[in-house]
């Protein structure tokens, strides 16, 4: 092995190890996941679908995607499913391509208010090349589906994109649901980072109320970096060719060959869902980021959130870079995110976003977020200091990552 990867890959174990992850997109698979996707499935070329193949010799592959595609069926209760998409990205921009043709109109939460780039940002092509409108959130930090019931009214957008990556709070499938009940837009829910808790049966799940569904399968699912899309009862009802239109744009639309040892990583994530603890996990992540949000609170932050497996807390005008460093130097890895009417920029933002499901999957419990809420405090209003590097390292060696 090249001598330099691997050293690469030691220092990069070592820091997860040695630091706390409170990124809420992030998680530790496990060895089998690893094995999996580091697996020979890796050389195989399976272009096309099940028994539609562009390649000989994939009469294996063939039962390794129906295999997985059954697992992604039943678990989040779809009528069809698609494991082919690289990643989160490409699966809703095939969700585009499939519903729209450039230029038509497209709604989704603000990037500010806890939306994702994919859900119609400038910067994104699903800004650039849709004509893209925006809900956001009421006074009190809600989302205001009122608001995105006005602007679907006026709009009619065909495509409307719900979820997010920095909403810290449950949504409310059932009225989004209401509102998009007509057959003139098509509702998408990007579940990306609560499938896991949905999985678990710990969140509800949006399947009944929503059109399409797509999740990436690294953050709370603890899979592979992938991506699953699939169409609902509801969806299949409104469009009967919906499933073949998104078939066709994830492939050929977007991507070439599948991933196979992906797809493979992605089933045993799946197959983990019905392991023994798998609950426990989802309830204690909930139930940490709970904990975690009280104490930042009792101790005077603002904090966004929580009923979810993430927060977002104020750490003054333009500091949250900042803090996010200072964080680092005691071990407690977090990103900067903009809040709610957030007086900084996008480059420097006043919050910083947490999530408890990677500490929760090495086991740490409500004791520990007072010990890390604690951190944080005196992180943020006096500096990192060696006491506070003590206190995140002994965490890190009572709850190593077991793989
Ligand atoms: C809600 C949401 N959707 C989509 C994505 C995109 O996923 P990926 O980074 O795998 O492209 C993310 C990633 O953070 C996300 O949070």
Redesign the pocket.
């Known amino acids: 092995m090249d001598i330099l990867i691997k050293e690469i890959i030691n220092k990069e174990r070592l820091r997860q190890e040695n630091t706390l992850t409170l990124i809420p997109?992030e998680n530790h698979t496990s060895s089998a996941v690893l094995e999996v996707v580091g697996s020979c499935l890796s050389d195989k070329y399976a272009e096309g679908y099940p028994h539609k193949r562009y390649y000989q010799g994939n009469a294996v592959m063939d039962e390794l995607e129906e295999y997985v595609q059954m697992r992604a069926r039943e678990i989040f209760d779809l009528e069809w499913v698609n494991v082919q998409p690289y990643?989160?990205?490409?699966?809703?921009l095939a969700v585009y391509l499939a519903v729209l043709s450039p230029g038509e109109k497209v709604l989704g939460l603000n990037l500010s208010s806890g939306g994702?780039?994919?859900?119609g940002h400038d910067v994104s092509i699903t800004g650039k090349w849709f004509k893209s409108f925006k809900f956001g959130l009421d006074t009190k930090g809600f989302i205001d589906y009122e608001q995105m019931e006005r602007v679907i009214l006026e709009e009619r957008p065909k495509l409307v994109v719900v979820?997010?990556?920095s909403y810290p709070w449950r949504i409310d499938w059932e009225k989004v649901g209401k509102i998009t009940s007509d057959n003139s837009c098509i509702l998408l829910a990007?579940i990306?980072?609560t499938a896991g808790l949905i999985a678990g049966k710990t969140l509800l799940s949006p399947s009944p109320f929503v059109d399409v569904v797509?999740t990436?399968t690294?953050?709370t699912l603890r899979g592979p970096?992938g991506?699953i899309l699939g169409v609902t009862k509801r969806g299949m009802t409104k469009d009967s060719e919906l499933a073949k239109k998104i078939e066709k744009a994830v492939f050929p639309g977007l991507q070439g060959g599948p991933h196979m040892n992906t797809i493979a990583g992605i089933g045993q994530a799946l197959y983990e869902v019905g392991d023994e603890g798998y609950k426990e996990y989802c309830e204690r992540v909930l139930s940490n980021a709970i904990v975690l949000s009280g104490e930042l609170k009792r101790r005077g932050f603002v904090v966004w959130g929580t009923d979810t497996h993430l927060m977002v807390v104020d750490v003054g005008v333009g500091k949250g870079r900042e803090v996010a460093k200072e964080l680092e130097k005691v071990g407690v890895v977090v990103n900067a995110n903009t809040i709610p009417g957030d007086k900084g920029t996008p480059l420097n933002p006043s919050g910083i976003r947490i999530g408890t499901p990677a500490i929760t999957t090495r086991g740490l419990g409500e004791e520990e977020m007072k010990i890390i809420a604690e951190v944080i405090d005196h992180s943020v209003n006096r500096g990192a200091n060696n006491d506070l590097l003590d206190k995140i390292t002994t965490l890190c060696k009572k709850y190593p990552v077991i793989r």
Do not use: E
Not at 87 to 92: K, L, V
């Open positions: 997109s990643s989160g990205s490409p699966a809703n994702h780039l994919t859900h979820g997010s990556t990007d990306s980072h797509m990436t690294h953050k970096r991506a």
